[in-house]
Structure formats: structure tokens, C-alpha cells
């Protein structure tokens, strides 16, 4: 049964009072934003509206924006108005709780399945509407030079852009007859949720109107048009004013906003600073930078160099990494650089690298690193060529624990293998690269133009090479990719193999090469689960790390024993080399 709109029980708000909340954005930021707000019960003894806005201080506002939101506690329920402001209040405390490596996208999804779980467990999981704690919520965030818009119920997103007001959003409801307004969907309804949600760029002069049905349902759009048009801090009480007029009889809530200017902050000041420094020279034993004395060179590549270092500050060992020349005037490869940094101090796990801070008087570009005794996999690889599979299930447990760190924070690794894990000498396994670092929440807070393909063709995912959006089963892949080499020594897809330029056409170009072709003792069932890990076509991959080590631990009574495959299906390399000697042979035959 869902809810009927006409019916209320309301109790008190305490979110907003009539006039509602106004403040303007501070220092650089001193009027590019408005925000005004306001909220009565109108001609019903109680106000099952809520509305607020949050205007945060300059750090808190480059990470998670601006934010206004209206809720209306569905008629038909009798917590309609304890759900509303729960729903308000839960969604300004966790949003603003979120990781900043998250997505806007990522976070208010995450944030509203947990308050839709919250409010439909206070309902008891009841089936009878009458009983629930259900709300519409409408919110906007203002992030960047971009609006981020949720919405779900009939509450109303609305923008005057140039004079010429659009609404945002659509209602998720179904008008049964003239005044009783049937709603298809709101929180705290199911256990399931299915929230609408929009990004639109930000140009100066926009008007936006949070609203109501006690206002929208009332007021022609041409009222509205003309009332903000005249924005100004009373803008919010002439709308409920004027709906009342019109003979509103239910809660008005009204939160309006103008962009005065897009002079928003945009990233991380570290980050942007980041940018400006030059690239540090090529370092020698003995020399100093910034107070760290350089002990010596432990890697150069053409993309990095790698220093042993102490802190004369700490006395404490660190690794410098800094950039190649090669790349100073290669925008792509600074922001890939400045993206590990920016990654790597908001990770904390014991399986990845720990990335510092940077001293405020750094007069080049490079990362500080914990310094790591020990050796790459590479190098265990290569004293253990055939480990047992306990061994190879202990790594990769330890590899997964620290995978799931950068999928918690909605990170994709995108460069994993064995030349960028070590194993400390206490036999602990450690993410030592984060070059190759992606993500939606790290774009959206740095700002990155372009993306860079992998290096390590090898072991990036074919997606990566394909035009296929990279996600946390592109490093499932390289993980497959590295368990399979563990086990076997072998690489499970040999075309791929080496360093010359790969140009895939289809998934279906890629053909696995079972496991036990290589090394007889593995079972099939471990066979079969290397072969979902790393399948070239993410969908068929494993959708959870901790599937992947289920499998490999206990046989999956899915995977079937294989049957008689043809020899070209299960070696095709020997059946192209026998085709190869019988053709020989039967030329020689000919020609003697």
C-alpha cells in the first residue's frame, strides 16, 4: 500500500524555524553563494516539513560543498515528521562524514541507502504504510563549479537560468483525482531504494528553489519565475506567503539559492600548489633537500627516481620519489603524480605505502615515503618458483585485505604487480606504488583532464585498453593475473606477454591458458576461480574480492572438472607447434 499525500499527522520541527537560515560564503568565497531558507505548518497544527543549508568553513567547503535539502514526512504516516527530520539531520551529519575520496555521487548514495535502511527498520519492516517513518527528500550540493542534485518523493528541485525556470526533477507520485496525490516512492518505504540523481554545471546568475508540494502544488510556475527573479533573503517566506494566498492548506518549505559567481574553491591547496613547484633535480649521495639528507639511489626508471633518505629533523629513514624530467612539460603525468600524493595520505593500512605530508617550504615536486626493507614479490617469485598453495593463499589474503582499503574509498589501484608489492622482512605484504591511482571522487576533487592507460600491460585489465571505465574489478584482473604467476610461474594470457604495443579488438581475443597445463597438482576448482578473476571481460569477473578468496580456499561446486577439451582449446600453442611438424613432414614426404 503506498501513501496517501492528503492525509497528515504532524508533529513539531525543530530543523528550521519560519524565517529559516541565511549565510553567506566568507574571504574568497564572500558572496558567490546565497542560501536562504524557510518552513511553517501553514494552516495544520503541526509542520512535518523540514529544511536546512549548510554553508561550511573553506577546508570542509572544498571537500563536500554547500548543501540544502527539504524533506515532507509522507501524509498517510504517523512518524511522516519524525522521519523527515531524521532524514535531514542524518543526511547533513554522515554526508559530511564521507571519505573526500568518494564521489558527491558515491557519498549521498551511500548516505541514503543507510538512512532509508535506518527509517525502514523503525518501521519495522511493516508493510502498512500507516506505521512508517517515510519522507520525501529533495537535496542540493553545491561543489565545485557543479550542482549535485537527490531527489526522491515530490519535493522539487527548480532552476531559473536567463530568465527561463526549469524543474529538475519529477515527482514520483500519480494523481488519483483533483487534490489526492498518490507517491510511488519515498525513504523508509522498502528495503530497497531507487533515488534520482543529476549533476548540471553551475553559471553565475542561477537561481534555485528547493520546494514543497504545500508550494509547488499551489503556485503557477509564472509566480514562481517572477518571485525569484527578485531574489533577496525574504524570497523563501514570499513563496509560502503567497501559496498560502492561494489557498495552500498543507506544511511550506521553501530553500532558495543564487550563484552570485562560480569563485568556489576547488581542490586541495597542497594539490594546486602542487602544481606550480618544479621538478626536483637528479639527486646524488650526500646532497640535501628541504632537510633530507640523500643516503642513496635505490630506483630510477624513465617515469621516477627513488631515494633513500634521513630526516635531519627526526633522524628517521624516509624514501624521496620524485619526478622524471622527461614528463616536466607533460600536464598529464604531473596530475598523475600529484594523485598519489593526494591518494596516498588519505590511505591508512598496514598493506599500502604511507604517503606524508609534505613540509610547507618544499621547493620541488616529490612524495615522501615510508622507507620498507625487504624485497619485491618479483624477487620472492623468483626464490620460490613453484610455492605451495597455502603460501600463495596467505599473500593473497594479505593483498585483498589491503585492495579492499582503496575499494572502501572508491580508489582503483589500476597498476598492481609484482614489482609494486614488497614483502617486509617480518613477511608482511605492502602497495608500494599508487601511481596509477583513479577514481570518481579523486577526478572530482583534482580536477583531472585525461587519464593515462597503465604502463604495465601485463597486468592491467583489458578494459583499460579496450575504452572500457575502469572499477575495482580492473584490479581483481591484475590480482587474478598475479595469482596465477604465483602459482604457476606462467602468464595466463602468453599474446599479452612482453613489452611490444597492444591493440585489443574484443574480450574474445584473449584466450586463458588453464593452470594445470603448467603445474599438474592444482586442482581444477582453483583452476576455475583463477579463470573468473582475471576473465577478460569484467562482467564475467568476480563482483567481490572476498568471492575470489572463498573460491580459492574451498571448492566451488560450480566449477565442474573439465571434460575432453580439444588440444587446441587446452594447449593451443603445442596444437598450433603439432600442426606445424605434420605439415613439415608431410611436405618432406612429398617432395622425396
Request: hydrophobic fraction near 35%; proline fraction near 5%; charged fraction near 20%.
Amino acid at each position: 500500500m503506498s501513501p496517501d499525500k492528503e492525509q497528515h499527522t504532524k508533529t513539531p520541527v525543530g530543523i528550521q524555524n519560519a524565517l529559516g537560515a541565511s549565510k553567506n560564503l566568507q574571504s574568497k568565497e564572500l558572496h558567490a553563494l546565497q542560501i536562504f531558507s524557510a518552513t511553517c505548518s501553514g494552516h495544520r497544527q503541526h509542520n512535518d516539513d523540514a529544511c536546512a543549508v549548510r554553508l561550511p568553513e573553506r577546508l570542509e567547503l572544498k571537500r563536500y560543498g554547500a548543501l540544502a535539502a527539504v524533506a515532507d514526512g509522507v501524509a498517510s504516516a504517523e512518524a511522516g515528521g519524525e522521519a523527515a527530520r531524521a532524514a535531514i539531520n542524518g543526511f547533513f551529519s554522515d554526508y559530511y562524514s564521507t571519505p573526500e575520496t568518494w564521489s558527491t555521487r558515491h557519498a549521498v548514495a551511500r548516505v541514503l541507502h543507510s538512512l532509508n535502511s535506518w527509517l525502514y527498520r523503525q518501521s519495522g519492516g511493516s508493510v502498512e504504510i500507516q506505521r512508517g517513518w517515510l519522507t520525501t527528500f529533495s537535496a542540493l550540493i553545491f561543489k565545485g563549479t557543479s550542482a549535485h542534485m537527490v531527489h526522491i518523493g515530490d519535493t522539487r528541485i527548480y532552476r531559473l537560468r536567463a530568465g527561463k525556470l526549469e524543474c529538475l526533477t519529477r515527482d514520483h507520485s500519480h494523481q488519483l483525482s483533483p487534490g489526492h496525490t498518490f507517491l510511488s516512492r519515498a525513504l523508509g518505504m522498502d528495503v530497497h531504494i531507487e533515488v534520482d540523481y543529476r549533476c548540471e554545471a553551475l553559471q553565475t546568475g542561477d537561481i534555485y528553489l528547493l520546494s514543497s508540494d504545500g508550494i509547488h502544488d499551489f503556485l503557477p510556475e509564472t509566480s514562481i519565475q517572477k518571485r525569484l527573479s527578485e531574489f533577496d533573503k525574504t524570497t523563501p517566506q514570499q513563496l509560502i506567503d503567497a501559496a498560502l494566498k492561494s489557498g495552500s492548506k498543507d506544511n511550506l518549505s521553501a530553500v532558495v539559492a543564487r550563484v552570485n559567481n562560480l569563485d568556489f574553491p576547488q581542490c586541495d591547496e597542497l594539490a594546486m600548489h602542487s602544481r606550480t613547484l618544479p621538478f626536483a633535480p637528479d639527486l646524488s649521495p650526500g646532497q640535501k633537500l628541504d632537510g633530507f639528507l640523500i643516503l642513496q639511489e635505490l630506483y630510477a626508471s624513465k617515469r621516477s627516481h627513488l631515494y633513500l633518505a634521513q630526516d635531519h629533523v627526526t633522524g628517521e629513514l624516509r624514501a624521496l620519489k620524485t619526478p622524471s624530467v622527461n614528463y616536466c612539460d607533460d600536464p598529464n603525468y604531473i596530475e598523475r603524480f600529484i594523485a598519489e600524493e593526494w591518494t596516498g595520505r588519505r590511505i591508512n593500512h598496514p598493506g599500502v605505502i604511507k604517503l606524508y605530508a609534505p613540509r610547507a617550504e618544499r621547493a620541488c615536486l616529490y612524495h615522501v615515503l615510508e622507507y620498507i626493507e625487504g624485497q619485491t614479490l618479483r624477487q620472492w617469485m623468483q626464490l620460490n618458483p613453484q610455492p605451495e598453495v597455502s603460501q600463495v593463499r596467505e599473500l593473497l589474503s594479505q593483498l585483498v585485505s589491503a585492495l579492499r582499503s582503496l575499494q572502501r574509498l572508491e580508489i582503483v589501484h589500476g597498476d598492481l604487480k609484482p614489482e609494486n608489492i614488497m614483502i617486509r622482512n617480518n613477511g608482511r605484504l605492502v602497495i608500494i606504488d599508487l601511481g596509477g591511482v583513479d577514481g570518481p571522487g579523486l577526478r572530482e576533487q583534482l580536477h583531472f583532464t585525461e587519464i593515462d592507460t597503465p604502463g604495465s600491460k601485463n597486468y592491467a585489465a583489458p578494459e583499460f585498453f579496450y575504452g572500457d571505465s575502469a572499477s575495482h574489478r580492473s584490479d581483481i584482473f591484475s590480482l587474478g593475473v598475479i595469482a596465477y604467476e604465483l602459482l604457476t610461474g606462467k602468464y595466463p594470457y602468453p599474446e599479452r606477454l612482453g613489452n611490444l604495443h597492444y591493440h585489443l579488438k574484443s574480450y574474445q581475443q584473449l584466450r586463458y591458458t588453464n593452470a594445470y597445463v603448467h603445474r599438474k597438482d592444482i586442482p581444477h576448482w582453483i583452476d576455475s576461480a583463477l579463470q573468473k578473476a582475471c576473465a577478460p571481460n569484467p562482467k564475467q569477473r568476480y563482483d567481490s574480492l572476498s568471492e575470489f578468496i572463498q573460491d580459492l580456499q574451498h571448492p566451488n561446486p560450480t566449477f565442474k572438472p573439465a571434460q575432453n577439451h580439444p588440444l587446441l582449446e587446452k594447449n593451443p600453442i603445442l596444437f598450433w607447434q603439432l600442426i606445424a611438424l605434420i605439415l613439415l613432414l608431410s611436405h618432406l614426404l612429398y617432395v622425396f
